[in-house]
T-cell receptor, first 113, second 112 residues
């Protein structure tokens, strides 16, 4: 158990819909990262927040947005969903924000039908 | 942009055989990290290498960081079925130490 909690674990939704994935980082960690992993694909970096502020953006679609709240939990919002958005979405956390070791949650499986 | 490449993409070995995966970056890395993802699981941190030419061992696993800090390798001696999974290397994106770029991963299958 990494200490990073993600909900929901599984989600099935229709095209065009909007979903919110939630992440609680490890106790004491200020950084939250979101990654997308499609079938047989690697880990694609989406976005990084540190203590409530956006610090880095990867290949995140405009239909996707994220935020980190004062209690340090984070939410990833995916809207106007397409079939190709079906993937495993991982949240990870770390203590600081300088490319150090990150700890992954168990992921949220999103299936768009 | 910076790329981190890993080879091979897939590797099947007989239990007891050795296994090596290689990681190459298009730019110099300040550090390189290795993660393991078991089937159906999430990536788990294995190790971090920082110094040029560094070699670290964890039981049957040996990790190396190249002299130029642009490549790395993970070698497993005498594989076991518990070694099954995908091994990823990751390094900070140049110009943004806040973002880890992951390699494409090597999926290891160990046949009993």
């Amino acid at each position: 158990d990494s200490g990073v909690t993600q909900t929901p674990k599984h989600l099935i939704t229709a095209t065009g819909q909007r979903v919110t994935l939630r992440c609680s980082p490890r106790s004491g960690d200020l950084s939250v990262y979101w990654y997308q992993q499609s079938l047989d694909q690697g880990l694609q970096f989406l976005i990084h927040y540190y203590n409530g502020e956006e610090r880095a953006k990867g290949n995140i679609l405009e239909r996707f947005s994220a935020q980190q709240f004062p209690d340090l939990h984070s939410e990833l919002n995916l809207s106007s969903l397409e079939l190709g958005d079906s993937a495993l979405y991982f949240c990870a956390s770390s203590v600081i924000d300088q490319g150090n070791t990150i700890y992954f949650g168990e992921g949220s499986w999103l299936t768009v039908v | 942009g910076q790329q981190v490449m890993q080879i091979p993409q897939y590797q099947h070995v007989q239990e007891g055989e050795d296994f090596t995966t290689y990681c190459n970056s298009s730019t110099t890395l300040s550090n390189i990290q290795w993660y393991k993802q078991r089937p159906g699981g999430h990536p788990v941190f294995l190790i971090q290498l920082v110094k040029s030419g560094e070699v670290k061992k964890q039981k049957r696993l040996t990790f190396q960081f190249g002299e130029a800090k642009k490549n790395s390798s993970l070698h497993i001696t005498a594989t076991q079925t518990t070694d099954v999974g995908t091994y990823f290397c990751a390094g900070p994106v140049s110009g943004s130490a806040r973002q880890l770029t992951f390699g494409s991963g090597t999926q290891l299958t160990v046949l009993p």
